[in-house]
């Protein structure tokens, strides 16, 4: 079996744009789904299109303790659960005022 040149040159190129593609994808869902404890974290972005909030309310209640978070290379990421309850609380807390 002889390979020319130019058919193993063409050959290696798909093989290595087949590989690029699939670390762009592992890089991708790396990126997407940290996880602790079993669980999805969740990043500023993330939370904050969820919780349709500023950047400095995150931070606020980062700050006070409303919402729990955890610290990997310096970058703030939140559980799925945590942002779950802090809505249910913030619902409930809302709820007793207005039926007050």
Same mark, same amino acid.
């Given at each position: 079996m002889?390979i020319?040149?130019?058919e193993?040159?063409?050959?290696?190129e798909?093989?290595?744009t087949? &590989?690029?593609? &699939?670390a762009?994808?592992?890089? @991708?869902?790396?990126?997407?789904?940290?996880?602790?404890?079993?669980e999805?974290l !969740?990043?500023?972005q993330?939370?904050?299109?969820i919780?349709?909030? @500023? /950047? =400095? /309310?995150?931070? =606020? *209640?980062?700050? @006070?303790?409303?919402?729990? *978070?955890? =610290?990997?290379?310096?970058?703030?990421?939140?559980?799925?659960s945590?942002v779950h309850?802090f809505?249910r609380?913030? !619902? /409930?807390? /809302?709820?007793?005022?207005? @039926?007050?």
């Amino acid at each position: 079996m002889n390979i020319d040149k130019m058919e193993f040159v063409a050959w290696m190129e798909r093989i290595l744009t087949r &590989l690029d593609i &699939l670390a762009e994808q592992l890089r @991708s869902s790396d990126k997407r789904y940290h996880l602790i404890d079993g669980e999805e974290l !969740l990043d500023n972005q993330d939370v904050l299109q969820i919780l349709k909030i @500023s /950047s =400095r /309310s995150l931070q =606020r *209640y980062r700050a @006070s303790g409303k919402l729990p *978070y955890y =610290r990997m290379s310096g970058k703030p990421y939140y559980k799925l659960s945590d942002v779950h309850q802090f809505i249910r609380d913030g !619902l /409930s807390h /809302s709820v007793g005022k207005a @039926s007050t």
